[in-house]
Structures are given as structure tokens and as C-alpha cells.
């Protein structure tokens, strides 16, 4: 079956720098990935997705990016702000109706 | 648009005692209906899926079961809780394109 791998497991950055979290997958079916926000108490949130057949897709600071030879996929979040603290899943789909998600990432920003 | 609910928002229970969780969809027909847990400060695991009335699957063999009446109707049951079932239950409605919307959650705590 699928197998997502996601890093890194924390991550701390500056306000105003961008942060990257990358998920790997194993199965070249799988063609759809999404990914999650979730803050402390709260239920994840989809934040943006991506389908196999494009490379990149963007919503204002968010861009996720899709290499399907090398089966992975990241989160780029830019000028980041204390509001996006939080903790971040990747998932993956290729047809089974169930997503297998990533380990989630703890995001700092820091002031 | 589409809302889901979940209910109780939050339950302490004994060992031993039986659950109830339910969840429901509104604004949609036919969902895909699924049941994840998420222990303190850890990643969502898939408990249940359902693509139809009375289709349940399980990915984990547990002591917990689930249960779809209706359409929009999703309950995860206990007969005999144990200590390793706390957590956070999150449940989640998906589309034919493998999207899916997470419910507000039930935080359970087993005593």
C-alpha cells in the first residue's frame, strides 16, 4: 500500500522567511495530495491541493510542487507570518477513496 | 454548502465503559465517510471508511467498531473502552475526488 514520508518533524523559522516541508510517496499511482493545517485544538484544515497532471499550483503564499518521477511533493509558504504557526500534514490518494497522510510538521514562526 | 457534525465535543469515560461518537453530513448525498484518530501531539490514523450504507471498512483491528444507518451518518462504537483509546476522533466527509473535510472532533478521555 502507500507509504508517505514527511519532513522535516519540526521546523522553526523567522517571520517574513519562507518555510518548506517536503513529503515523499511511494506509490506512482497515487495522483492527488493535499495538505492540511491544523492548530493546537482544532481539526485539520485543507490549505491547498495538487492532481498529477500539474507541476505547481499556487494561492497567494502558498505553492505546493510535484515531481512525479521522484514521487515527492513540498509545501512552500513565503513571508510567513505568527499566524501560521501550526501543525502541517501531507497526504496522498490514488484511487482507493482513503488518503494516507504524512507525520505532520510542527511550524514555529518566530517574531 | 456542506457542514459536518460531531458529537460529543468532548467525553471522560471509565475503563470498561461502552462509546458512542456521532457524526453527520449535511448538504451532500452519498458521502464518503471515514473515522480517524489522533493521539496527543501525534498524526491522524484511519479507524473506518465508508463508501456507502452499511460498507464499513476497518484498517485497524481494534476493540472499537463502526456503523452507517444512514447516508449521512457515521458512529463509531466501544462495548469496553480501554486507556490506549484517548484521544482526539476526528471525523471526516469526502467527495469522489478524494477531497475530504474534516468534522470539529470528539476529545475523549478514558480514566
Known amino acids: 500500500g502507500e507509504n508517505v514520508e514527511q519532513h522535516p518533524s519540526t521546523l522553526s523559522v523567522q517571520e517574513g522567511d519562507s518555510a518548506v516541508i517536503k513529503c515523499t510517496y511511494s506509490?506512482?499511482?497515487?495522483?492527488?495530495f493535499p495538505w492540511y493545517k491544523q492548530e493546537l485544538g482544532k481539526r485539520p484544515q485543507l490549505i491547498i491541493d495538487?492532481?498529477?497532471?500539474?507541476g505547481e499550483k499556487k494561492d497567494q503564499r502558498i505553492a505546493v510542487t510535484l515531481n512525479k518521477t521522484a514521487k515527492h511533493f513540498s509545501l512552500h509558504i513565503t513571508e510567513t507570518q505568527p499566524e501560521d504557526s501550526a501543525v502541517y500534514f501531507c497526504a496522498a490518494a490514488g484511487g482507493a477513496q482513503k488518503l494516507v497522510f504524512g507525520q505532520g510538521t510542527r511550524l514555529t514562526i518566530n517574531p | 454548502s456542506q457542514t459536518i457534525h460531531q458529537w460529543p465535543a468532548t467525553l471522560v469515560q471509565p475503563v470498561g465503559s461502552p462509546l458512542s461518537l456521532e457524526c453527520t453530513v449535511e448538504g451532500t448525498s452519498n458521502p464518503n465517510l471515514y473515522w480517524y484518530r489522533q493521539a496527543a501531539g501525534r498524526g491522524l490514523q484511519l479507524l473506518f471508511y465508508s463508501v456507502g450504507i452499511g460498507q464499513i471498512s476497518s484498517e485497524v483491528p481494534q476493540n472499537l467498531s463502526a456503523s452507517r444507518p444512514q447516508d449521512r451518518q457515521f458512529i463509531l462504537s466501544s462495548k469496553k473502552l480501554l486507556l490506549s483509546d484517548s484521544g482526539f476522533y476526528l471525523c471526516?466527509?469526502?467527495?469522489?475526488?478524494?477531497?475530504?473535510?474534516f468534522g470539529p472532533g470528539t476529545r475523549l478521555l478514558v480514566l
Open positions: 506509490d506512482s499511482a497515487s495522483n492527488y
Open positions: 495538487i492532481r498529477s497532471n500539474v
Open positions: 471526516a466527509w469526502g467527495t469522489s475526488s478524494e477531497t475530504q473535510y
